[in-house]
């Protein structure tokens, strides 16, 4: 009996120290770059704020009436893609940008409902991820009430094939993550008529601020010139998106 209590002892102490290993794993993220953020902030026509759960950003002028529920990357910090949406959002676009479950958007079981909240004047809704954000975003996109879909160096595993929601999924020649030949795999899993824009030159960490990760390959462009590629690209979706639901 002693030698069962034992055993057991050991096996509840491992997992703990699993557990314990595993939180400290998780709650290590890539923070955003600081000066990247402040430009964000000081920008007037973007307001900024923290809602707890999520970052809200929104265009302190004409708003267009579409929102986006944005997803990060594993790991990585929520502020780290203000600046990937700071020429979206002063054009009209309101972005919220969600903070998951452990820093891992599988973990994050919330409805998308839970982040339109923060934007009740939005009437045309849209989700998107970065890398493993972007597949959570695929799974919530099957939501008939959601317009589109945006991608920043991402794919599905779920089959979107059969919807009708507006696809754009945005990636990167130098994407050591992500890579070409990955996206190009699961582009069966997408409507035929979606939107596949390739930055060529640009990295899987040029869809946030938060400088290299490892893993990635070298970006052979400058992030400012990756940045505005992006958002030119997300801006042209939007307005197909807008069109859309005019029509």
């Known amino acids: ?9 050991w096996i509840v102490a491992a997992l703990v120290v699993l557990v314990l290993v595993f939180l400290v794993w998780a709650n290590i993220v890539m923070q955003g770059t600081r000066s990247a953020a402040l430009q964000v902030w000081r920008d007037d026509r973007v307001s900024v704020r923290d809602a ?27 502020y780290a893609y ?36 923060y934007a009740p ?23 008939p009430g959601v317009a589109g879909l945006l991608l920043f160096g991402s794919y599905c595993a779920n089959d979107l094939s059969r919807s009708d929601v507006d ?24 409507p035929a008529d979606a939107t596949m824009t390739e930055i060529q030159g640009a990295n899987h960490a040029d869809f946030g601020a938060y400088g290299a990760q ?19 690209a997300v801006e042209r979706w939007i307005e197909g998106i807008r069109s859309d639901v005019l029509h």
């Open 1 to 9: 009996m002693n030698r069962a209590l034992r055993v057991t002892t």
């Open 52 to 78: 707890g759960d999520s970052v809200v950003m929104s265009p302190t002028g004409q708003a267009n009436g579409v929102g986006i529920v944005f997803i990060p990357g594993a790991k990585v910090d929520a």
């Open 82 to 117: 203000m600046a990937s949406f700071r020429q979206v959002v002063a054009a009209g676009t309101t972005v919220v940008i969600t903070k998951p479950t452990l820093h891992l958007a599988f973990f994050d079981l919330r409805p998308l409902s839970a982040f339109e909240r």
């Open 214 to 232: 490892p893993g990635d390959l070298t970006a052979t462009i400058p992030r400012s010139q990756a940045r505005a590629e992006i958002s030119a």
């Open 167 to 190: 696809v754009l999924s945005v990636s990167g020649s130098r994407d050591g993550l992500s890579t070409p030949a990955k996206v190009d795999a699961a582009r069966d899993r997408l």
């Open 121 to 143: 004047s939005v009437t045309t809704w849209a989700v998107g991820g970065h890398s493993l954000g972007g597949v959570r975003a695929c799974q919530l996109a099957d939501d």
